[in-house]
């Protein structure tokens, strides 16, 4: 299994295939390792394991053809693992011998022996092929939901530190900040480079990288943000420049860093929970995000600076008037924001994966949190992204992996028909 | 070096069926922005129904090329609809991120395997405009226009593409003109002031967003047609934020801004790209390679948005005026 999980977490299978893999390795279902025997012949491949619930069945043929030129047959191994070197990313139809299955053994009516299979854009497709008729059965969908449950608030506990940086921003500055997943990409490579590359001690790695973050929201603020501020430049006008800027923090990371897919930590070593698998990173980053949002609330609420803070974000002149230096509290919210967003793309990186567009891709679901929770409150931000976690994470269970995305970005809309002000925010957001 | 070769493919570019395409979503995001004042960031949906709604109508269900326009048309149509009931009551940045939101819901959901019979999937469609092409009455060959050498099938969607636009602007003048188009530059300014006339602000609104998405999606299909080739990744953000650039380069509030301004920003990307090229293989930048070459081109796109939106946001033909990113 520490095998399986580890060949998966490979730069091909983006965002979430180690958590997904988790789950379908404890739902039976084991993607795992492909055979390590042969020597790769290209970067591309197709693989799958062979489990009759938890036995491997072993001399299976499975047959990969691009239908016109590759044809080849492998046989799986002791462990029921098979895998097939192909020359492009193109389509394959997999095809499964059934007479040469171990007697008794039979594919799941819902699991044909004949599999299409795409790898355009992938360069890694794991097969799937169940067996018997009480494999899946087993599974029952509530502990499926458990499951999925805490994927979602580990993912949803990881938008929130970024999602309340979006808030805290437009709350004390009115800018929607679209460069914001830049900043999570940024602690990410950071953390890549400080852990991976020169091999720091973890803690002491990420805490460089949230510095490195921290550092870069206080020069941003101070050379792009808050001149644009003095020049008296519009609220949407900014945006529009915050677009501008994502696109270039963007392309410098591209153009340093490459456009692979880096591996900061090996998806950890994996720990069961009753009916959940997951790992200890997991484990360790929900704990660090919920000690973060709670010291956020704590000084949001508790200290002198947090209530300036909010006084400001209700009103900026009334806070002004009584004294509160407004651009020192913006200072301040940036490089609280950035702080928090470093840490959110440490943990991203240690979870998943680090790439050049990493944060931009999740930027939109940390709008729709903003956004369902109301633009402006980070409790709201808190909430929004628990909600939009478990959205992807749970949605998966009735419509196909690859529109879990969309389906919190519909929510999103949905909502904002009923409730345009989101779910705590105030009325004053609506046009 | 060859410094002909790159002036050549900057001249072609200058008037290619790629640069109508963008020209076309910019003339949309006039009226959508330009003149209304909304913030639609999802302009690349638009443009993805129309070459969508083009090549699976003539696919899918073998229709003939008008009959396909039109799939194309009503599917931008129904999407403003769809996009509008919800949003068009939200403040400008909401409405930025709905529908940047919306038109990546639909991407997700066009690349979705699940719908690959139809949409072909992350693969795309291709193919589908044999029986446009088969209109084209410009004798088979390649004809050598001085500076490139194109197919009679690229000189026949030049053309045609060239007279949308055409067509496209002189109905736009005709619209700002009108008592309509006064009526709409008055949303921009003061929502609440029409609103006070009596006038319904969000039919407004709304005939502002079908209008301009039937441009856009006008401008998709111009996208396709050209290759013949429909990519789902075509259709991302980045198309949204190119089609911004183009419009703010010329000028929002205008109509002359969008068509020159989308000549002369691909034209200057292409010469930057081409000079660039050559010097890394002349040597001269050893810190760069020919794919990173390309990158580039997006950070001069972020770039360009940002020092435009910074300095000079009316654009080259804009009034200073009518910039008002500002409004509500």
């Given at each position: 299994m520490e095998v399986g999980l580890n060949r998966l977490?490979?730069?091909?299978?983006?965002?979430?295939?180690?958590?997904?893999?988790?789950?379908l390795v404890f739902a039976g279902l084991a993607i795992t390792s492909p055979a390590m025997a042969d020597e790769p012949t290209s970067d591309f491949s197709i693989s799958g394991t062979l489990l009759n619930g938890d036995t491997p069945l072993e001399n299976v043929n499975i047959t990969v053809t691009d239908n016109d030129k590759f044809t080849q047959t492998v046989k799986s191994d002791a462990t029921g693992a098979w895998n097939v070197y192909v020359p492009a990313e193109?389509?394959?139809?997999?095809?499964?011998?059934?007479?040469?299955?171990?007697?008794?053994?039979?594919?799941?009516?819902?699991?044909?022996?004949?599999?299409?299979?795409?790898?355009?854009?992938?360069?890694?497709?794991?097969?799937?092929?169940?067996?018997?008729?009480?494999?899946?059965?087993?599974?029952?969908?509530?502990?499926?939901?458990?499951?999925?449950?805490?994927?979602?608030?580990?993912?949803?506990?990881?938008?929130?530190?970024?999602?309340?940086?979006?808030?805290?921003?437009?709350g004390t500055t009115g800018l929607s900040n679209f460069a914001h997943g830049e900043m999570v990409t940024f602690g990410a490579l950071m953390m890549w480079v400080m852990y991976s590359v020169l091999q720091l001690n973890?803690?002491?790695?990420?805490?460089?990288?949230?510095?490195?973050?921290?550092?870069?929201?206080?020069?941003?603020?101070?050379?792009?943000?808050?001149?644009?501020?003095?020049r008296r430049l519009g609220v949407n006008q900014i945006m529009i420049v915050s677009i501008g800027f994502s696109i270039v923090a963007r392309y410098i990371m591209l153009l340093i860093f490459g456009g692979d897919t880096k591996d900061v930590s090996g998806g950890g070593n994996p720990v069961t929970l009753g009916p959940i698998m997951t790992t200890d990173v997991a484990l360790y980053s929900m704990g660090i995000s919920l000690a973060a949002l709670l010291g956020v609330a704590f000084f949001l609420t508790r200290t002198r600076l947090g209530k300036a803070t909010r006084a400001v974000s209700d009103n900026p002149s009334?806070?002004?008037?009584?004294?509160?230096?407004?651009?020192?509290?913006?200072?301040?919210v940036w490089l609280v924001s950035a702080a928090l967003t470093g840490l959110a793309g440490v943990l991203y990186g240690l979870q998943f994966q680090a790439n050049w567009e990493l944060g931009f891709s999740i930027l939109l679901l940390l709008f729709a949190a903003v956004t369902l929770g109301g633009l402006g409150t980070a409790m709201g931000a808190t909430v929004g992204a628990l909600i939009i976690g478990l959205v992807v994470e749970i949605s998966p269970?009735?419509?196909?992996?690859?529109?879990?995305?969309?389906?919190?970005?519909?929510?999103?809309?949905?909502?904002?028909?009923?409730?345009?002000?989101?779910?705590?925010?105030?009325?004053?957001?609506?046009? | 070096m060859d410094f002909l070769q790159i002036l050549g493919l900057t001249?072609?570019?200058?008037?290619?069926?790629?640069?109508?395409?963008?020209?076309?979503?910019?003339?949309?995001?006039?009226?959508?922005?330009?003149?209304?004042?909304?913030?639609?960031?999802g302009q690349a949906a638009f443009a993805a129904l129309g070459a969508y709604g083009f090549s699976i109508a003539a696919l899918t269900?073998?229709?003939?090329?008008?009959?396909?326009?039109?799939?194309?048309?009503?599917?931008?149509?129904?999407?403003?609809?769809?996009?509008?009931?919800?949003?068009?009551?939200?403040?400008?940045?909401?409405?930025?991120?709905?529908?940047?939101?919306?038109?990546?819901?639909?991407?997700?959901?066009?690349?979705?395997?699940?719908?690959?019979s139809v949409t072909g999937g992350s693969a795309g469609l291709h193919g589908f405009a044999e029986g446009f092409f088969a209109l084209n009455p410009i004798p088979v060959g390649r004809y050598d226009l001085g500076f490139e050498t194109i197919s009679e099938r690229e000189m026949f969607i030049t053309i045609v593409g060239w007279i949308l636009v055409a067509v496209v602007a002189v109905f736009m003048v005709a619209l700002t003109k009108s008592p309509w188009g006064r009526v709409l530059k008055g949303i921009r300014e003061d929502e609440d002031a029409v609103r006070s006339l009596g006038k319904s602000v969000f039919a407004m609104k709304m005939q502002a967003l079908i209008i301009g998405g039937v441009i856009a999606s006008l401008g998709g299909m111009i996208f396709v047609i050209s290759p013949e080739n429909n990519d789902p990744s075509t259709w991302g953000t980045n198309f949204t934020f190119m089609i911004w650039t183009v419009l703010l380069l010329g000028g929002a509030a205008t109509i002359f801004g969008p068509i020159v301004g989308g000549m002369s920003f691909f034209a200057l990307l292409m010469l930057t790209e081409g000079v660039m090229t050559g010097l890394v293989n002349l040597g001269f930048l050893p810190f760069l390679n020919v794919a990173q070459v390309a990158?580039?081109?997006?950070?001069?796109?972020?770039?360009?948005?940002?020092?435009?939106?910074i300095f000079k946001p009316q654009g080259f033909f804009g009034n200073k005026r009518e910039t008002l990113v500002n409004a509500r």
């Open positions: 977490i490979r730069p091909a299978l983006r965002g979430f295939s180690a958590l997904i893999a988790g789950f193109t389509k394959y139809t997999v095809r499964l011998d059934t007479a040469s299955l171990p007697a008794g053994v039979k594919l799941a009516p819902d699991s044909p022996a004949e599999q299409n299979v795409d790898l355009t854009g992938m360069g890694f497709v794991a097969v799937l092929y169940t067996f018997g008729s009480g494999v899946i059965e087993e599974q029952s969908i509530w502990s499926q939901l458990i499951v999925r449950i805490f994927s979602g608030l580990n993912f949803g506990l990881l938008l929130a530190i970024a999602a309340i940086g979006i808030s805290l921003i437009y973890i803690i002491v790695a990420a805490l460089f990288a949230i510095l490195i973050v921290t550092a870069s929201g206080f020069v941003q603020d101070q050379f792009i943000w808050k001149p644009l501020r003095k009334l806070a002004a008037a009584t004294g509160i230096d407004v651009e020192r509290i913006i200072r301040i269970l009735v419509i196909a992996n690859e529109l879990k995305y969309a389906v919190a970005l519909i929510i999103l809309i949905v909502i904002l028909i009923f409730r345009p002000q989101g779910v705590l925010g105030k009325k004053q957001r609506i046009g | 001249i072609g570019q200058l008037f290619s069926p790629f640069t109508i395409a963008y020209i076309l979503c910019a003339l949309g995001l006039a009226v959508h922005f330009g003149y209304t004042g909304l913030m639609n960031f269900l073998g229709w003939d090329w008008w009959a396909c326009v039109l799939v194309g048309i009503c599917a931008s149509v129904l999407f403003a609809f769809l996009l509008g009931i919800p949003t068009l009551r939200l403040r400008a940045d909401y409405l930025a991120i709905v529908t940047i939101a919306a038109a990546q819901a639909l991407k997700y959901a066009l690349q979705a395997s699940d719908f690959a990158q580039i081109r997006y950070l001069l796109v972020g770039l360009a948005l940002m020092l435009l939106v």
